[in-house]
């Protein structure tokens, strides 16, 4: 009779990609609305944000960011916030990789260490989808206190991370 040992091993495998956001991601670069991509002009700009189809961002997030290297007054992310905020499902400054990095720090620090208390724990390593190096580093840090062990990889070949030092009687 064949034993699967990782089913028998009672780890619990945490997959980081499954809590990737669930609405898709647009960016909108204020490069694109700048005078020879340096400077922004407020009546260019104020018409052209008048103009611009907000609509498209429905349920989306809309990342507002300058790719090109320009001083951006704060009011022109308020004007964009001001036209996008009837569609878009939420509106973040900065570019995915910053977006993503913040989103998994508010989604792990919503993590119950309790469901965690002893527990040995595989971080899922690879997937479909780019979860930034971030997010390993905050997992890590916000389960560390509670884990037994916390490892990175796949059950059947793990890297070893972390494991809670024995406490002899």
């Given at each position: 009779m064949m034993v699967n040992k990782v089913a028998a091993s009672g780890l619990i495998t945490l997959k980081l990609e499954e809590y990737w956001p669930s609405q898709a991601m647009v960016s909108f670069d204020l490069k694109d609305y700048l005078f020879q991509e340096l400077i922004l002009k407020e009546k260019d700009f104020r018409e052209a944000i008048k103009n611009h189809d907000f609509s498209q961002y429905q349920d989306k997030v809309l990342l507002v960011f300058c790719s090109a290297d320009a001083i951006i007054p704060a009011w022109a992310y308020m004007l964009v916030a001001a036209s996008a905020a009837?569609?878009?499902?939420?509106?973040?400054?900065?570019?995915?990789e910053e977006y993503l990095r913040d989103y998994y720090r508010k989604t792990i620090a919503a993590l119950d260490p309790a469901e965690y208390e002893g527990q040995r724990i595989v971080v899922k390593g690879c997937?479909?989808?780019?979860v930034p190096p971030a997010a390993y580093l905050e997992v890590t840090a916000r389960l560390r206190p509670v884990a037994r062990s916390i490892m990175f990889g796949e059950p059947c070949s793990t890297v070893p991370v972390y494991k809670q030092p024995l406490v002899r009687k």
């Open positions: 009837p569609y878009a499902a939420d509106i973040y400054q900065g570019t995915e997937g479909d989808r780019p």
